[in-house]
Nanobody, 126 residues
Framework: EVQLVESGGGLVQAGGSLRLSCVAS????????IAWFRQAPGKEREGVSC????????IYTKSKEGRFTVFNDNAKRTVYLQVNSLKPEDTAVYYC???????????????????WGQGTPVTVSS
């Protein structure tokens, strides 16, 4: 059974940083693309970053101004999202998602991912 478990969210002041973790189990880690999405209240789920584990093809949502970094630790079967210089508009529930194969990270759409974690909430205060 594919499982994704996120952690690391919380309440942080504007300008602060967080490192979100997504621990994967139940599938061959190397064969999947792992992505981070976020969803703010009343808004559509949007892609934040994406990593094809085998090819290390990574793309960041441009509008994040280089504040987001995604990286993985294969030994721990974990994909991380480092978020720096947080802004109140970054407040959302952050989800990791997985899909078998090397997806085109330039097309980061939630419809392309079959497996999802439960999400970890991030609240940024001004």
């Amino acid at each position: 059974e594919v499982q994704l478990v996120e952690s690391g969210g919380g309440l942080v002041q504007a300008g602060g940083s967080l490192r979100l973790s997504c621990v994967a189990s139940g599938f061959t880690f190397d064969d999947y693309t792992i992505a981070w999405f976020r969803q703010a209240p009343g808004k559509e789920r949007e892609g934040v970053s994406c990593l094809a584990v085998r090819d290390e093809n990574t793309i960041y949502t441009k509008s994040k101004e280089g504040r987001f970094t995604v990286f993985n630790d294969n030994a721990k079967r974990t994909v991380y999202l480092q978020v720096n210089s947080l802004k109140p508009e970054d407040t959302a529930v952050y989800y990791c998602a997985a899909q078998e194969g090397n997806l085109n990270c330039a097309i980061l759409r939630f419809e392309h991912y079959d497996y999802w974690g439960q999400g970890t909430p991030v609240t940024v205060s001004s």
